[in-house]
Structures are given as C-alpha cells and as structure tokens.
C-alpha cells in the first residue's frame, strides 16, 4: 500500500525510481482525487477542479505502470469531496471525471465512485471495493445464507 496524500515530491519519486517496485504484481490501485480546491488549499464550491493537470498526468502514469507490470489490476478512483459541488453540478462533475479516467485506462477494469465524508458515499465505494476483491463471493454468500437458516435468523452480517 503506497499513500502519496498529494505529496508531489513522494509521487515524482516514485514514478522515477520506484516503479516497477510498486506497480509489479499489484491486485488494485485505489486513486484519489478531490472534486473540488483552490489555490489555498481551502474547499470552494464555486471551483470545481476539472479532471486536469497534475492528477490525470499521476493517473496516466499510473495506468501506463499497471499496464506493464500488472495488467490486470483493478482500478478504482474515488472523485472525494463532492459535497462542495453544488448539489446541481455534482452529476456533472463526476460525469467529468469518469469520461477522462476512462480514456486514459482504456482496456483497464476501472470503477468510479463519488465520495464525501459526510454522507454514505464513501462506507457505500469501500464496501463495494472490498466485496468486489473477495475470492469466491458467491461461495461465502451461499454459507452465509445457510447460516442465517440454521439459526433462523432475519440477517446475518459479516464484518
């Protein structure tokens, strides 16, 4: 697991030195990227960031590793913060946003997600980013189901 939180001079090194080191053998790269900034580093809502400049060149790289290293890694991107986007640009921006990641990862098995932390966006993209990486799925939920039954439960949840 590589966290970069935006750090410029990690993501430049990485791309340089340390490529192949992480991007071989990888299962899934999880891509960040905030909807919305300014220059001072404080959320606006009336400056929505268009899916541009340093993070599409970071994704773009990304991508190029995966695509040499480890081709069929799955892609998830969450475009976080979207609650600073109006409530009537926010379809938009994430339209946005998966239009360019998609061109970029052409051929790659790529999943967007809108986030924020301050509704169920963000619990619902992880909850479906570890069920997707679970092996045999439909096996445990089968046993699940015939756990529910034999102790005639309502529900049975697996943490």
């Not at 053998?25 to 541009?52: C, Q």
């Not at 599409?56 to 695509?67: C, G, V």
């Not at 892609?75 to 926010?90: A, G, N, P, Q, T």
């Amino acid at each position: 697991m590589w966290d970069c939180s935006g750090q410029d001079v990690f993501m430049e090194n990485y791309f340089e030195s340390q490529r192949e080191m992480i991007f071989q053998n990888a299962e899934v790269l999880i891509y960040v990227l905030v909807a919305v900034s300014d220059k001072r580093g404080n959320a606006d809502t009336s400056k929505s960031v268009p899916a541009e400049g340093k993070d599409l060149n970071y994704f773009t790289h990304a991508i190029e590793s995966l695509r040499q290293w480890s081709p069929s890694a799955r892609v998830f991107c969450l475009i976080h913060k979207l609650d600073l986007v109006h409530e009537s640009k926010r379809a938009e921006v994430l339209r946005k946003y998966e239009t360019d990641l998609m061109n970029i990862a052409q051929g790659i098995n790529l999943s967007c997600f809108g986030t924020s932390i301050w509704d169920d966006t963000l619990f619902k993209a992880w909850s479906q980013i570890v069920y997707s990486l679970i092996p045999s799925i439909d096996q445990l939920e089968l046993q699940l189901k015939h756990i529910c039954e034999v102790c005639e439960a309502d529900e049975v949840v697996l943490f």
